[in-house]
Every structure is written in structure tokens, then in C-alpha cells.
């Protein structure tokens, strides 16, 4: 049975940094991408970034400059290290692993005061 751990949410004040990680375990197989996901009360959920097999990447527009992804292979993990957060940041995050199926994490609320 495959499931994803979330890690790292949390309460920061804007301009602050957290790190959110997310572990895959069980028998998942061939890995095509791993990313993060959030949705914000009464939207809809988004793509905040993605990391495929070959280490390419891709960024919201509203999150380049600041979020950083990295995945580590051998461990099944992804990571999002989040700086100079916002307001706006606020949402629930949601690990996503993509192999011929779609994986999702149970969810980590982040949560940036102005």
C-alpha cells in the first residue's frame, strides 16, 4: 500500500521560511515526477511546483524566486523550501507523486500572518 507522509507545515509570519517534505512508502514504482500542490479557501487547487525523473523543474509564476523543490531518488522524497513567504502563501499543501498513477498526501497547512 503506498502512502505519502507530509511534513513541516506550520505558522510563520510573512518573509519567513518553512520547508515542507513529503516521504513516499510501500511499493510505488517507476517515479515519473513529485510535486506540491495547495489549495486556499474557496479556490481551487494549484500547482506550486514539480520535479520530473530527469530533474527538470517547474514553478507557479506566483511562487518563482522564492519556493525551491528537490527530490532525493533513493529515499522517495520530495521537499519544498519555501522563503520569503506571504500572505497569499496560505493554504493547505498537498504532496503529489506521479508514477502511470497519481499519489496524493493527506495535506499541511501552512499558514503566513501578515
Known amino acids: 500500500q503506498v502512502q505519502l507522509v507530509e511534513s513541516g507545515g506550520g505558522l510563520v509570519q510573512a518573509g519567513g521560511s518553512l520547508r515542507l517534505s513529503c516521504a513516499a512508502t510501500g511499493s510505488i514504482g517507476l517515479i515519473v515526477s513529485m510535486g506540491w500542490y495547495r489549495q486556499a479557501p474557496g479556490k481551487q487547487r494549484e500547482l506550486v511546483a514539480r520535479?520530473?525523473?530527469?530533474?527538470?523543474?517547474y514553478y507557479a509564476d506566483s511562487v518563482k524566486g522564492r519556493f525551491t523543490i528537490a527530490r532525493d531518488n533513493a529515499r522517495k522524497t520530495v521537499d519544498l523550501q519555501m522563503n520569503s513567504l506571504k500572505p497569499e502563501d496560505t493554504a493547505v499543501y498537498y504532496c503529489?507523486?506521479?508514477?502511470?498513477?497519481?499519489?496524493w498526501g493527506q495535506g499541511t497547512q501552512v499558514t503566513v500572518s501578515s
Open positions: 520535479i520530473f525523473s530527469g530533474g527538470s523543474t
Open positions: 503529489m507523486v506521479q508514477t502511470p498513477l497519481s499519489y
